[in-house]
């Protein structure tokens, strides 16, 4: 069992930054790899960024590519999502999530409650 808590969101300008972290507890953080999703008002929830349970592998969605940063610190049992340049698009409830690596983007196995993202413009 792993739980998952993020913290880090609140509002931002456009064109400023971010940085969400995920918790987890659980002695297996290491096994999972890691992903966060978003989901904006009256929308589907999506998929952001994900990376391997060692770090060495790491995929984004077309509209964060280049901007947002995917990382983790297996030593701290903690995710992080660096946003940068954020846009009015991104805001969101942005859900950190963990489960195995082929099915991550898909199908995560465990997920946190959540945390607001709001970009003003």
């Known amino acids: 069992q792993v739980q998952l808590v993020e913290s880090g969101g609140g509002l931002v300008q456009a064109g400023g930054s971010l940085r969400l972290s995920c918790a987890a507890s659980g002695r297996t953080f290491s096994s999972y790899a890691m992903g966060w999703f978003r989901q904006a008002p009256g929308k589907d929830r999506d998929f952001v960024a994900a990376?391997?349970?060692?770090?060495?592998?790491?995929y984004y969605a077309d509209p964060v590519l280049g901007r947002f940063t995917i990382s983790r610190d297996n030593a701290k049992n903690t995710a992080y999502l660096q946003m940068n340049s954020l846009k009015p698009e991104d805001t969101a409830v942005y859900y950190c999530a963990a489960g195995e690596t082929l099915r991550i983007r898909g199908a995560p196995d465990y997920w946190g409650q959540g945390t607001q993202v709001t970009v003003s413009s």
């Open positions: 990376i391997s349970w060692s770090g060495a592998w790491t």
